[in-house]
């Protein structure tokens, strides 16, 4: 795992894109402070710049960098949940403009997996992590089913986890400042 850490961190510091196992589904991810990076995430996927993406952050101390108001919710979530969640916050900074969405909101899932959180954690940023598949196309379950042009497309790919079969992506809430709790995907 550790040379699989090195490759990728060196690719990301480059501004290159990865495709990788997440604690999801296989994921298309690049540095999400690098917006030259993000749009190459968008341009492999084909996918409209209106239409967020998620990022992945190592623990919650990383997640606080990032958000300033962290509305209490979040840390009951984050800290009983046993399935993958991501949680839309409010008011994103130090993240790539093209990440942001248009009511400034940014989607972020602390990882478990742990290959991605030693990634994230030695490359102290947060990373871009969207399904590995063109917009519009099934998510893949496995990495046999991904597509050839998204293998093909990306600067590096990670050997490993190949034969995991992943079903469902993460859980995905908004909270806002106010208090309100919006299931967004189930």
Not at 33 to 58: D, F, G, P
Not at 90 to 107: C, F, Q, R, T, V
Not at 130 to 152: D, H, Q, R, W
């Given at each position: 795992?550790q040379?699989e850490?090195?490759?990728?961190?060196?690719?990301?510091?480059?501004?290159?894109?990865?495709?990788?196992?997440?604690?999801?589904?296989?994921?298309l991810?690049?540095?999400?402070?690098?917006?030259?990076?993000?749009q190459?995430?968008?341009?492999?996927?084909?996918?409209?710049?209106?239409?967020?993406?998620?990022?992945?952050?190592?623990?919650?101390v990383?997640?606080?960098?990032?958000?300033?108001?962290?509305?209490?919710?979040?840390?009951d979530?984050?800290?009983?949940?046993?399935?993958?969640?991501?949680?839309?916050?409010?008011?994103?900074?130090?993240?790539?403009?093209?990440?942001?969405?248009?009511?400034?909101?940014?989607?972020?899932?602390?990882?478990?997996?742990?290959?991605?959180r030693q990634?994230?954690?030695?490359?102290?940023?947060?990373?871009?992590?969207?399904s590995?598949?063109i917009?519009?196309?099934?998510?893949?379950?496995?990495?046999?089913?991904?597509n050839n042009?998204?293998?093909?497309?990306?600067?590096?790919?990670?050997?490993?986890?190949?034969?995991?079969i992943c079903?469902?992506?993460?859980?995905?809430?908004?909270?806002?400042?106010?208090?309100?709790?919006?299931?967004?995907r189930?």
């Amino acid at each position: 795992m550790q040379e699989e850490i090195h490759n990728s961190l060196k690719t990301l510091k480059s501004g290159g894109t990865l495709l990788y196992p997440t604690d999801t589904v296989w994921g298309l991810g690049c540095d999400a402070t690098n917006a030259e990076a993000v749009q190459k995430i968008y341009a492999l996927k084909q996918r409209e710049e209106s239409k967020a993406l998620i990022c992945l952050v190592s623990d919650v101390v990383m997640l606080e960098r990032i958000f300033r108001e962290i509305p209490d919710a979040a840390y009951d979530i984050i800290d009983h949940t046993d399935k993958p969640t991501t949680i839309i916050y409010d008011k994103p900074s130090g993240i790539a403009k093209n990440l942001i969405g248009e009511d400034n909101s940014l989607a972020v899932r602390v990882v478990k997996d742990e290959f991605c959180r030693q990634l994230i954690r030695k490359l102290n940023r947060p990373i871009v992590s969207t399904s590995a598949n063109i917009s519009g196309s099934p998510t893949p379950k496995s990495f046999k089913e991904i597509n050839n042009e998204i293998l093909s497309g990306v600067d590096y790919v990670v050997n490993l986890h190949r034969e995991k079969i992943c079903s469902q992506p993460s859980t995905i809430i908004k909270l806002s400042g106010s208090g309100l709790v919006k299931i967004i995907r189930k």
